[in-house]
């Protein structure tokens, strides 16, 4: 039986990839490139809906690296949408080698995203990964040049699909016939497509290119405020004052009140933390404070060190 590693994001599009390979008999193995900005354990379930099992494989630090300097850019947000795809299709091209996979397919659609789902990127990217013809994708193969496995007729071009553009009339009608219960939008897992977000790395891109993953984690659990190379946390609830506790680093501050309130997170970049820092800190933890104790101020414990 021909097997196909199809790369999956658990979005519509993924799905259907997958069920139109699995009807012409193929092996399909979904795989999810799992990144600091776009997690897996949420992705499971959409796989299971088509009776398949996730595999995971992170490649966060590699990631990490195209989303601060990105050669093809940006899209629409901080979202590096054409590097962060060669990455994985160079990833799935390497696993595809090793395990003896026939091809690889995506969920792709031609013009749907107008930054990434363009045929010339298409072709560029199977071009400088030397998979030309090694690309399947079913939703749009009938608009693309005959791939490898229909001239070898592991599949059959008949029974792709044609569809083009951003109306998602065709695959909302596939998904009826498919029968699938639980599906989600394209992309809506990925945080680096998050206008709010995107605007908090930017700022952290500005006063630290080189920011780490633990950076960029930080500016999604709570209230963020930058001023000048120091960023402030501010806990929105206990789950956020819990990961902001376990994402400090030794050079940070963290203050935590023992009245009910947020915990904040002070982290400078090239600066000390002085006084003066820690004060305004303070005041936004109050600020954000429903009840606070007679004398507040002396109610928040400062930590800080390994
Ligand atoms: S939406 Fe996120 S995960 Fe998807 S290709 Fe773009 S950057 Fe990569």
Redesign the pocket.
């Known amino acids: 039986m021909a097997k196909a590693l199809v790369l999956f994001?658990g979005g519509i599009d993924s799905q259907l990839a997958c069920l139109i390979l699995m009807k012409q008999g193929i092996e399909v193995v979904p795989i999810f490139f799992e990144?600091y900005?776009?997690k897996g354990e949420k992705v499971k379930r959409f796989a299971e809906e088509i009776g398949l099992k996730l595999r995971i494989e992170d490649i966060s630090e590699e990631h990490l690296k195209i989303v601060q300097n990105p050669p093809h850019g940006y899209?629409k947000n901080m979202?590096?949408?054409i590097d962060?795809?060669m990455l994985m299709i160079k990833k799935a091209k390497e696993i595809m080698e090793k395990e003896g996979f026939d091809f690889i397919a995506t969920g792709e659609v031609l013009d749907e995203r107008p930054f990434?789902q363009r045929r010339t990127v298409f072709e560029e990217m199977e071009k400088t990964l030397g998979l030309e013809g090694k690309i399947v994708r079913p939703l749009s193969q009938k608009l693309l040049k005959v791939s490898e496995p229909e001239l070898k007729g592991i599949i059959k071009r008949e029974e792709m699909l044609d569809i083009r553009g951003q109306s998602r009339k065709i695959q909302l009608k596939l998904v009826k016939e498919f029968g699938l219960k639980e599906y989600k939008t394209p992309?809506s897992g990925?945080i680096?497509?998050d206008p709010e977000y995107a605007k908090r790395l930017k700022m952290l891109k500005n006063i630290n290119p080189n920011f780490d993953g633990n950076d960029s984690e930080i500016l999604r659990n709570g209230r963020v405020l930058f001023e000048g190379k120091t960023i402030f946390v501010v806990g929105r609830n206990e789950i956020e004052n819990k990961r902001l506790e376990s994402l400090r680093k030794p050079n940070d501050v963290m203050l935590v009140p023992d009245f009910p309130g947020p915990s904040v997170l002070i982290r400078g970049f090239d600066n000390k933390i002085d006084e003066e820092i820690i004060n305004k800190g303070k005041e936004l933890l109050l600020n954000y404070s429903k009840k606070q104790n007679k004398d507040p101020l002396n109610s928040i414990k400062e930590i800080t060190g390994a």
């Open positions: 994001s990144t900005f776009f899209g979202n590096p949408c962060c795809h990434s992309a990925c680096l497509t």
